[in-house]
């Protein structure tokens, strides 16, 4: 599923738009979401509140390490009623934050706001959701490099943040598995149909977050779902497979992507924190999950949800994120499912893995032939038997008012049945068109992008005979509509074809430049996540449509929500490798060796651009290379001080610094006094437009972790309108581990080329195979 990354408190007008973007299941949901808030009680909300804990064991105040006893105490001194204070509270948070989550009304808010030790508070909200083929796309082969066995049997754990997991699956089974290490402080927590018997030595925690999500919604139905981290939805399931999950050989969807299954890093423990439910992923909940799975001894954190992007200081992903870097736990987030619009990156904090999407090279294309012999190529996950040449209806030949998007009820069977029906995309979901077309007795469907959608057309399993086909394809069918007095056509499925050009960048995943952050380039790498075989619930048809009988055990779908959870297992397999690497360490690794050409060693394109060459705002650095990761000869390491006076060069002031230090935070004088100088792995600069003969500097320290004397050189590719000066042009290294500095300064020399607001080059250092790169992305505002 594509999650669509929005808010209900939105405008009338903002919120048609996201209507008409959803599918019909996720469109349920969100109306539901709407009545559910809209009478709710207005006076009376759910808040994260962020403490100082300091102030904890101040005269008056409870003894030092007893945090809930204090939070107790304060909500009890500002109650207007005889309801206990300890009902109000939902959650206290140990790591991720310091604080609670409380329902309190406006007035309670008011008074807390005037206690000691009070820094802010944020409204709870609802988040969204954001393999056979993949692992050999990433050049990863059995027995070789990072999958040698001798690297493979360590005890990596990867928490995954979802909506649960099917413990029965064959992609988590123990069989053959080690014992649980001893440091694994988790638990697996019973629930409805789940038992702590559910997890075994490859799933080795589960717990479910539900608190935040029913004070904003009511209780969860359970008929719907299941109050447990057991998986309903499958969103889970298959995220925490493609991580993680065990090698299964001859997975396929209907015969689709034949091949072995795999997690990226299959022999890692898998600890599960379901926080996502039918209407969304609560931040209350997500954060307490945050905060046990890092108690619990998690390495890698995978969060394939977020919401809008906003300011670290009121971002609780990011600053829960904080916490967990800060105790060397690797934090992987997708970007987002809202581009290709420009600024739309989501969970931008530099500490966290901000991973977007691409395509394999693998895809399941369909056959469009017009009765006039013009042939498109489409995209669809059904196997069925090639259509014979039929009627084409469309709009007022089909049915009525909205016929054309083929919603519920707009059809007319006796114009339709028999006959391929034209739908436009949009208004209701992809395969819930097809169900409607079949609902009416419609022979098969053809789904037409608009043009703003382009050409990004996504494999869906339909429940009849159906394609999408894209913007091009789509204003030729209905041109040949128009000049035919009896248009017909026929659909063929060519089943899983291999060689198409890839990577190339989805059309839906977030770009950057960060509205948040500017200062460093988001997202950080692209990853796979375009038709992703993993995982999925039995109770789960893999349409989602609830008369789909069809039952499986992997389904493919789409999103940042895929290609999050490769990163997730990538820097697995890297903790393994290095485990005495800071997660800035493995995600410097990861990033400097990423690639920006394709498997036609042309530079990757970009669907969303009408294959336009893509940019760092759509890939970061570029698209990941594990098996160069492992060994990138030089890393940019970051410290816990590092990120805090990055925060004094945003002009933090000293309570939204505290909320990440969780402590009085006093900025250095010395500190970094541009945020450029983050020792990140990329380079963004700012020039105001028009500006000439100005000149920013940004300093930067690589730590060699590759030969122990070696050389390197730089090599520049100047951003246009950008003169480039790097010193010293050479860095020589005696031994592992020694650091190296250096210093680079962009000059503006005015624009003359560049097409857009935004030039890009890069600065690379190369010492025999190792070719450390970094991108530079220059903004002109």
């Known amino acids: 599923m594509i999650g669509i990354q929005e808010r209900a408190s939105r405008s009338i007008t903002d919120i ?21 808030t809209t009478n709710a009680s207005v ?21 030092q390490g007893d945090s809930r006893q204090w939070y107790e105490s304060i909500l009890e001194s500002i109650t207007e009623s005889s309801s206990s204070s300890s009902s109000r509270l939902i959650y206290v948070y140990e790591t991720a934050i310091s604080g609670f989550a409380a329902k309190l009304s406006s007035e309670q808010l008011r008074s807390l706001t005037k206690v000691d030790g009070f ?66 402080k988790g638990a697996c927590e019973g629930g409805t149909n789940f038992s702590s018997s559910n997890c075994n030595r490859k799933l080795i925690g589960a717990r479910a977050f539900f608190k935040g999500y029913e004070s904003v919604v009511g209780k969860i139905n359970e008929a719907t779902d299941y109050r447990s981290p057991r998986d309903k939805q499958g969103h889970g ?9 065990n090698m299964v050989k001859k997975a396929s969807l209907f015969g689709l992507a034949k091949g072995s299954a795999t997690g990226m890093k299959y022999t ?32 890698v954190l995978s969060l394939s949800l977020g919401g809008l992007a906003r300011p670290f200081y009121v971002d609780n992903i990011a600053i829960a994120s904080f916490s967990a870097v800060q105790r060397g736990v690797f934090v992987s987030c997708s970007a987002g499912n809202s581009g290709p619009s420009p600024s739309t990156v989501s969970n931008g904090a530099p ?49 009525g008012k909205g016929a054309e998007y083929c919603m519920a009820g707009t059809l007319d069977p006796k114009l339709v049945k028999g006959k391929i029906v034209i739908c436009n995309r949009g208004l209701n979901g992809r395969t819930d068109k097809g169900q409607q077309v079949k609902l009416v007795g419609g022979a098969a469907m053809i789904m037409l992008n608009a043009k703003n959608e382009g050409e990004e057309t996504l494999a869906d399993a339909h429940i009849l005979p159906a394609t999408s086909v894209g913007a091009s394809a789509a204003k030729a069918i209905k041109q040949y509509l128009n000049l035919s007095d009896n248009p017909t056509a026929s659909i063929s499925f060519r089943g899983t074809v291999y060689g198409y050009r890839a990577p190339v960048m989805a059309a839906f995943s977030s770009r950057g430049p960060s509205l948040i952050g500017p200062e460093v380039i988001k997202p950080d790498v692209t990853a796979p996540g375009i038709n992703i075989l993993a995982a999925w619930t039995p109770v789960t048809a893999p349409s989602l449509l609830r008369s789909d009988n069809r039952r499986v055990l992997f389904n493919i779908i789409s999103g940042t929500s895929m290609s999050c959870p490769h990163v997730s297992g990538l820097a697995a397999l890297l903790k393994s490798v290095h485990k005495d690497w800071s997660p800035a360490a493995i995600k410097s690794a990861l990033m400097t060796t990423s690639y920006t050409v394709d498997n036609r060693r042309e530079p990757i394109s970009d669907v969303g651009s009408g294959y336009k060459v893509a ?75 028009g500006t000439r003969n100005v000149s920013v500097t940004h300093q930067r320290t690589a730590t060699n972790v590759g030969i122990p004397t070696s050389r390197y050189r730089v090599q520049v590719d100047e951003p246009d309108g950008v003169s480039v000066i790097v010193k010293p ?53």
Not at 48 to 61: E, K
Not at 240 to 245: E, M, N, Q, R
Not at 272 to 285: E, H, M, P, T
């Open 16 to 36: 048609l738009i996201l209507m008409a973007t959803m599918n019909s299941w996720t469109l349920l949901l969100f109306l539901a979401f709407l009545i559910t």
């Open 43 to 63: 006076d009376s909300k759910t808040y994260i509140v962020h403490m100082d804990n300091t102030r904890m064991a101040q005269p008056g105040n409870i003894d």
């Open 119 to 184: 820094l802010s508070a944020t409204d709870d909200e609802l988040l969204t959701l954001h393999t056979t083929h993949s692992p050999q796309f990433l050049g990863l082969r059995n027995g070789r490099g990072l999958w040698e066995d001798v690297k493979l049997n360590s005890d990596v754990i990867v928490g995954v943040l979802d909506t649960g997991i099917w413990p029965e699956h064959v992609s988590f089974q123990d069989t053959g598995m080690p014992e649980v290490p001893t440091r694994w």
């Open 237 to 245: 399931s298959h995220t925490a497979s493609t991580a993680a999950g």
């Open 268 to 299: 890692a423990r898998i600890a599960v924190y379901k926080v996502c439910w039918r209407l969304g992923c609560a931040n209350s909940d997500i954060l307490a999950a945050m905060d046990s799975a890092t108690l619990d001894g998690v390495d």
């Open 351 to 399: 500490w966290i893995m901000t991973v977007a999407a691409s395509y394999l090279d693998r895809s399941f294309p369909t056959k469009v032939k017009l009765g006039n012999g013009q042939t498109f190529e489409g995209s669809s996950l059904y196997t069925g038997k090639p259509t014979a040449r039929l009627p084409l209806v469309y709009r007022e030949t089909a049915g």
């Open 615 to 689: 940019t760092p705002f759509a890939f970061g650095s570029g698209h990941v290379d594990p098996e160069r990761a492992s060994n990138p000869g030089l890393i940019y390491d970051i410290t816990t001080v590092d990120y805090l006076n990055h925060l004094c060069s945003l002009n933090y002031n000293s309570s939204q610094i505290a909320l990440f230090a969780k402590t009085n935070y006093t900025c250095p004088r010395d500190a970094a006094a541009h945020p450029g100088d983050l020792n990140y792995p990329s380079f963004a600069v700012l020039f105001k437009h």
């Open 729 to 781: 042009r050479n860095l020589v290294f005696g031994k592992l581990g020694e650091k190296r500095s250096y210093k680079v300064t962009f000059v503006a020399l005015g624009r003359s080329s560049a097409p857009s607001d935004s030039s890009f080059g890069s600065i690379a250092w190369v010492s025999g195979k190792y070719i450390v790169r970094s991108p530079v992305a220059v903004s002109w505002n």
